[in-house]
Structures are given as structure tokens and as C-alpha cells.
């Protein structure tokens, strides 16, 4: 965009916000489900009326089936004390992202949706991978 070889984009909001601010790019929305910490005066696509273009970045740690509950559970309570550090909720205030603490059958759903959400992209659009 900047050099103007495309006309727009779905940009990560702390790589774009510089841009925006020195006004070399117009920012219109965020497309995630909730207004950015960044940029809370920009609308989200819901709010305009654009739900479906809705789209986040998701970040899952996961381990295999087999997992003893134990042990899931320890890892779960270690990431979710770190991430209430006040130096990683900073940063991930930084990266504009947000902790949802998801785990198990939540998680597991939360993927799932996603996962149905693009297969249904990719049988449409008849995208394949080489």
C-alpha cells in the first residue's frame, strides 16, 4: 500500500498504526471482535455492518490427546499466571492482542469454527496447496 502497488489491506495493527498516524494510509476498521487498545477510535467491520469480514489471529498451545489432565492443567495455570504479568500484559497490549484464557472444549470448539469457517473458503474458491 505504501508504495502503491495495492489499494488496500488487512494489516496488523502495530505495523500499520505508524503509517495511519503520519497519514500515508487511512485506516477504516479493525477486524476483530472488539474495538483495538491501539486504536479505540476506529469502528470494528461488525459495527459497520460487516460482520462476516470479522477475522483474528488465534494462538493455541496444544498438546497431544494423550495429555495426562494433570499435566494439561499445570501448563494451562503456568500461561495463564505469565500472562497476567504486568510485562506481558504490556506486550501484549504492544501487539494489540488479547488473552482469552480458552482452554479444553472451548478452545477445542473455537477451533473448530474456524476451521469449518475457511474449509468452506477454500471449497468455494477452490484453493489448493502445492
Avoid at 488496500?8 to 500515508?24: C, D, F, R, Y
Avoid at 489471529?57 to 492443567?73: G, I, K, N, S
Wanted: proline residues 5%; neutral net charge; hydrophobic residues 45%.
Amino acid at each position: 500500500m505504501l508504495s502503491g502497488e495495492v489499494d488496500g489491506g488487512i494489516l496488523a495493527t502495530p505495523g500499520m498504526l505508524p503509517h495511519v498516524q503520519s497519514g500515508k494510509i487511512t485506516a477504516l476498521a479493525v477486524t476483530s471482535a472488539r474495538r483495538s487498545r491501539l486504536a479505540p477510535q476506529l469502528p470494528t467491520v461488525a459495527e459497520l455492518g460487516l460482520k462476516s469480514l470479522e477475522q483474528e489471529v488465534l494462538y493455541l498451545v496444544m498438546v497431544p490427546a494423550a495429555t495426562p489432565d494433570a499435566v494439561v492443567q499445570t501448563l494451562a495455570k503456568g500461561i495463564t499466571d505469565a500472562l497476567q504479568r504486568p510485562d506481558a500484559k504490556e506486550r501484549l497490549v504492544k501487539l494489540d492482542l488479547f488473552y482469552e484464557g480458552q482452554t479444553g472444549a472451548a478452545a477445542a470448539q473455537r477451533l473448530a469454527d474456524l476451521s469449518a469457517r475457511y474449509g468452506q473458503v477454500v471449497r468455494a474458491t477452490g484453493i489448493t496447496s502445492n
